[in-house]
């Protein structure tokens, strides 16, 4: 019996467009999913829109982020970390290869999964050969400019999450990030929905798409995830 595979997304920016600040992988949103998948006994690779070195959110790696969820133990530990030393390009990635799909968050990739053609085009192939497509946070910007064959956007008419305003303004980001990303869901026709308090763990699933709306959802949307796969015979 195959093994299951799912693939990991990551940014490659490093930092805000409009600001100085600092951004990247927001960490716990690999590491959480990775926990939940591995005890699940799936294997993972990681990829990115260029592939390479991933930059790091610092916000993610503070000790106080660090100790949650056990965050810690997995950028202590030098072979996992090694995995984000040099990524797959996405442009490289078979969708044969792989039963899931999910996009990770942090700021970054509000710049750069909006621009890739490729990762766009994986999307849209995972989704269309009944494959799981997932995201958590921000990662969500990554469906956004997903067409499918028939020139729909992915979204449309979809339940989904991602990070919200109101959390984006709890972050003190608003001002720097360069879109709205609950407002561009609900434009493309998606039917967003949120948690009823900001920064609580939410997950929608709608057939084979699951979205989290912020790094609090990775584990649960990876526990979504887990349990598609093991209902789908290998």
Not at 187 to 212: C, H, M, Q, W
Request: proline share 5%; charged share 25%; aromatic share 8%.
């Amino acid at each position: 019996m195959a093994k299951k595979r799912i693939l990991i997304v990551v940014t490659n920016v490093p930092e805000y467009d409009k600001v100085g600040y600092r951004t990247g992988l927001w960490l716990g949103e690999l590491t959480h999913f990775w926990d939940v998948a591995e005890r699940a006994g799936f294997s993972m690779d990681i990829a990115s829109p260029v592939g390479g070195r991933i930059p790091l959110d610092p916000e993610s790696l503070s000790h106080e982020v660090l100790a949650e969820l056990g965050t810690g133990e997995r950028y202590e530990d030098r072979e996992f970390m090694n995995l984000l030393e040099d990524t797959r390009r996405i442009s490289e990635v078979s969708v044969e290869d792989y039963d899931a799909i999910y996009l990770t968050g942090g700021h970054g990739v509000m710049f750069d999964f909006p621009q890739s053609q490729d990762l766009e085009t994986l999307m849209a192939r995972f989704y269309e050969s009944d494959r799981i497509v997932s995201t958590v946070c921000h990662g969500a910007t990554g469906l956004l400019n997903v067409r499918l064959s028939d020139g729909e956007p992915l979204v449309r008419g979809k339940r989904v999450t991602g990070f919200s305003w109101p959390e984006e303004k709890l972050a003190q980001r608003a001002r720097a990030v360069p879109y709205n990303l609950q407002e561009e869901l609900r434009k493309l026709g998606a039917d967003y929905r949120t948690a009823d308090r900001p920064f609580e763990s939410f997950v929608i699933e709608d057939g084979n798409l699951i979205t989290g709306q912020n790094p609090g959802s990775a584990a649960a949307v990876a526990e979504a995830v887990v349990r598609k796969l093991e209902a789908v015979p290998a």
